[in-house]
């Protein structure tokens, strides 16, 4: 297991502590799963742009999923802060639609990467506010109090089912059609970003980034519980891998534990801050 952790506290601002974590899990030789959570080191750019963690879980066999996790993840975490013309929620649109086309194109120029593709779910904390972007069925959950509430809606074929009343949300669990994926970066020229509206983060709340080898394995209430359940981030990503893994573990698993804190007047003089962590 690969693991990642980092405290963000700047004057002012809300405390921001995050871990991402990715294991290969009981089933597979290799990991095709990347995650990262980023803050830039300049601090006018933190304030324009915020704090980004992104969760890709990549598909395509072999080598080429990992390859593009890993395009999905190097792509947005610059290009969502290169770009200063946009709106954050579009420059994040933006970069997620550039790392399509740099996946896409890789995959035409190299037949070992044919159909190569990644799902994708990333977050973006900006003040005291949110806002998120995914494609396919990886995941963005809140934890507020002791309600788990999923922030995301899967681009899958049984939650267009479930959208349409054909099934339940129990009965998409089982189906057997439960892995087929709607949208995916890199598998076609363009890709439809869902993006979302702006939320508010409240001191208290936790985000939960995972690709389905977390959701698949655990039911919401699981999940819930390992999150009120756990102190700190960093042992939060460890229990619930740990899970999953004790659940059958038949897929990757990537989770990206957000913890949001109370203001403060300065960092505490203990507290080593630093600015990036990954997990491919």
């Not at 969502?80 to 013309?85: A, C, M, P, V």
């Not at 390992?226 to 038949?250: F, P, R």
Request: aromatic letters at 2%; one cysteine or more; a negative charge.
């Amino acid at each position: 297991m690969q693991q990642t952790r980092r405290l963000d506290i700047l004057p002012d601002d809300l405390v921001i502590k995050a871990s991402v974590q990715t294991d290969a899990g009981c089933v597979r030789d290799s990991n095709e799963d990347s995650g990262r959570h980023v803050s830039p080191h300049d601090t006018e750019a933190l304030a324009a742009r915020g704090r980004l963690t992104i969760v890709c879980d990549g598909m395509g066999g072999h080598a080429s999923g990992e390859v593009a996790s890993q395009i999905a993840v190097e792509a947005i975490s610059e290009l969502y802060y290169s770009n200063r013309d946009l709106e954050p929620r579009d420059a994040l649109r933006w970069a997620v639609e550039e790392a399509n086309r740099e996946i896409y194109e890789a995959a035409q120029t190299d037949e070992r990467l044919a159909g190569m593709g990644t799902t994708l779910v990333a977050l973006v904390i900006l003040g005291d506010q949110a806002f998120s972007a995914h494609v396919g069925d990886s995941r963005l959950y809140r934890m507020r109090g002791q309600t788990l509430e999923l922030m995301t809606t899967d681009h899958s074929q049984v939650m267009e089912m479930v959208q349409k009343g054909i099934i339940t949300m129990e009965q998409a669990r089982d189906h057997e059609d439960k892995n087929v994926i709607l949208r995916a970066v890199g598998t076609n020229p363009e890709v439809e970003v869902e993006v979302s509206s702006i939320f508010q983060v409240e001191p208290g709340d936790t985000l939960l980034l995972c690709s389905d080898g977390l959701n698949d394995m655990l039911e919401d209430v699981e999940i819930e519980a390992v999150l009120a359940s756990e102190s700190d981030e960093y042992s939060a990503c460890q229990q619930l891998i740990e899970a999953a893994k004790h659940n059958g573990g038949h897929d990757n698993v990537t989770v990206g534990v957000v913890t949001v804190g109370a203001k403060l007047t300065a960092p505490p003089p203990e507290v080593r801050i630093t600015r990036e962590v990954e997990a491919l």
